[in-house]
């Protein structure tokens, strides 16, 4: 069965940075598409980033211009690189891919004003 494990997230103060990992068994991201999802506080789950197997991104107007999304060194992971962090970005952070898979744990990303 295939799983995701995020990790990366922290507490970072308005304006930083942080890499966010994402380790999925069983999957070929130079295939399949890798998603990137956020859910904060009493909010549903958000469409964050996206690349296709052929490289083509999108992401969501909110964080246009301040995160990348990227292939990992393996087949099977993947990373969100975040800058210029807002408190508005602080949220438990998913990646999965398409058509949708079992979540993982997520991680948690806070963003101190």
């Known amino acids: 069965q295939v799983q995701f494990v995020e990790s990366g997230g922290g507490l970072v103060q308005r304006g930083g940075s942080l890499r966010l990992s994402c380790d999925a068994s069983?999957?070929?991201?130079?295939?399949?598409?890798i998603y990137w999802y956020r859910q904060a506080p009493e909010k549903s789950r958000a469409f964050v980033a996206s690349?296709?197997?052929?490289?083509?991104?999108t992401y969501a107007p909110s964080v246009k211009g301040r995160f990348a999304i990227s292939r990992g060194g393996a087949k099977n992971s993947a990373y969100l690189q975040m800058d210029n962090l807002e408190p508005e970005d602080t949220a438990v952070y998913y990646c999965n891919s398409r058509p949708p898979l079992p979540w993982g744990q997520g991680t948690q990303v806070i963003v101190s004003s």
């Open positions: 069983e999957i070929d991201f130079d295939i399949r598409p």
């Open positions: 690349m296709t197997g052929y490289g083509l991104t």
